[in-house]
């Protein structure tokens, strides 16, 4: 009788601590999951702080970026613009684009001239391009006098030579606006002079692989013979404006390929990028130049880009000889212009220009000693 009691006694404590664990458990449950939920909670706020802590620096950086180049200006060049197409002359040379196929000898193209009057279409009558910046403006004085700030060339060269080594464009972007490069480059203002690092020969002159900065932001990488400027490298020209600008189109120009002789010689491109406000509608503006160079003027076949207002873009051929560009016929619209490059994909839309301002076509803005104070080769 005893062991039975015992018994009913155990089955009551078994079915007491079930009850305990049934009301236990979601209340351990409940809490776990709340926990969990905490911590995830806690640790996603951690990487939204990090990451908003990351876009809080890029914005800043952007910020001082902005700043720094809002107050770098250049004194801009006079310029009239209907197409740019860069030339070495600083007077500039006149090109546009003309919609209409061309007319016969000493015809007048009435379509083409009036879709130039309602401003539809594309420009057929061009003026004259903008005028590439010549060095001895661009280097006056703005609203900071850079002859006070300190620079150390050697060290500053040498950081940059390492980055362009390595291809990183945006980090040589970065340097060029510093305040203490833009002072290094004013510094040799009104001069063909330039400042060095890099391989040299046993009289200290460069010669092998190097970098050099020149007056108007203007800075080189690459090969050297005998201190010129010799073999394969990149030219790179950035339109630091210290002034307010109101005219200079260019805002970045690169020149990449052979060299002989301080100048672009051989094989080679060309990239503009442009300041935007400025442009004006239905016009083209030469983005991309691939072809032959002969000391730094144009000269063999070329294929080239270009960009509109809107952000539309075109593709032209073209033919050049010694800085002049080959006419494709015959045609002239009442204004003495001549056709000068080919639509790739319409063989009857041409880019027009007048003969007098076809000459001495090439790498513009340039400083070289092989150049004389127009910017024409030697």
């Known amino acids: 009788m005893k062991k039975l009691f015992e018994e009913d006694d155990h089955e009551q404590d078994k079915m007491e601590r079930a009850r305990i664990l049934m009301a236990v458990i979601p209340v351990v449950l409940i809490l776990l999951i709340l926990a969990f939920m905490l911590i995830k909670s806690r640790i996603g706020q951690g990487r939204e702080d990090k990451e908003d802590l990351q876009q809080s620096i890029m914005d800043y950086a952007d910020e001082k970026n902005e700043a720094q180049a809002g107050e770098q200006t250049l004194p801009a060049d006079s310029s009239s613009v209907s197409t740019a197409a860069p030339g070495a002359d600083p007077e500039g040379a006149g090109e546009g684009d003309n919609a209409s196929p061309p007319a016969k000898e000493n015809e007048e193209p009435a379509a083409a001239e009036d879709k130039n009057e309602t401003g539809e279409g594309l420009q057929s009558q061009p003026g004259r391009t903008a005028t590439p910046t010549p060095y001895k403006e661009v280097m006056e004085t703005g609203k900071k006098d850079y002859s006070k700030i300190t620079f150390h060339k050697e060290e500053q060269l ?59 932001n203007q800075y080189y990488y690459g090969d050297w013979k005998n201190g010129l400027r010799s073999g394969n490298g990149t030219w790179i020209h950035y339109h630091i404006h210290l002034t307010e600008n109101k005219s200079d189109l260019y805002t970045y120009h690169q020149y990449t390929g052979g060299w002989t002789g301080d100048l672009p010689e051989g094989e080679g491109s060309e990239h503009y990028d442009y300041d935007k406000s400025l442009l004006l509608a239905n016009t083209s503006y030469v983005a991309n130049r691939i072809g032959g160079y002969a000391k730094g003027l144009v000269n063999g076949e070329f294929y080239m880009t270009s960009i509109y207002q809107d952000e539309s873009s075109s593709e032209w051929n073209a033919e050049a000889k010694n800085g002049v560009w080959n006419y494709l016929s015959d045609s002239k619209d009442k204004k003495g212009n001549r056709t000068v490059y080919v639509d790739v994909h319409d063989p009857n839309n041409y880019t027009w220009m007048h003969p007098r301002d076809n000459s001495n076509i090439g790498v513009p803005c340039l400083l070289s000693k092989n150049r004389d104070k127009n910017g024409v080769p030697k």
């Open 158 to 216: 040498g950081d940059m030579m390492a980055y362009w080594a390595d291809n990183n464009q945006k980090a040589l972007d970065d340097l060029a606006y510093l305040d203490h490069f833009i002072a290094m480059s004013y510094s040799l203002r009104g001069t063909t002079d330039f400042y060095y690092c890099g391989d040299q020969d046993g009289n200290g002159t460069p010669n092998g692989k190097g970098i050099a900065v020149y007056a108007d």
